[in-house]
């Protein structure tokens, strides 16, 4: 038995139905109706970062950890 091809309006609800969760996943919210949280960005992470290597700013006697470069007392 072959099946019929939907209808006009059944595509038409089915494609504004992706449009709307590719949206909400693209934002990163929950689906309506959900009790639980979206991920949350850690703090920190818009922190200074040393001039030479451009790795997060760990400091040690006065000069990035890393690479070694001498920082300046007006940075970070």
């Given at each position: 038995?072959?099946?019929?091809?939907?209808?006009?309006?059944?595509?038409?609800?089915?494609?504004?139905?992706?449009?709307?969760?590719?949206?909400?996943?693209?934002?990163?919210?929950?689906?309506?109706?959900?009790?639980?949280?979206?991920?949350?960005?850690?703090?920190?992470?818009d922190?200074?970062?040393?001039?030479?290597?451009?790795?997060?700013?760990?400091?040690?006697?006065?000069?990035?950890?890393?690479?070694?470069?001498?920082?300046?007392?007006?940075?970070g």
């Open positions: 038995m072959k099946r019929k091809p939907p209808a006009g309006s059944a595509i038409a609800a089915r494609v504004s139905a992706l449009e709307e969760r590719v949206t909400r996943l693209e934002a990163r919210r929950p689906p309506p109706g959900d009790g639980r949280t979206t991920h949350e960005a850690r703090a920190g992470r922190g200074a970062r040393c001039a030479g290597c451009g790795l997060p700013l760990r400091r040690r006697r006065g000069r990035c950890a890393e690479c070694g470069r001498p920082l300046d007392a007006d940075a």
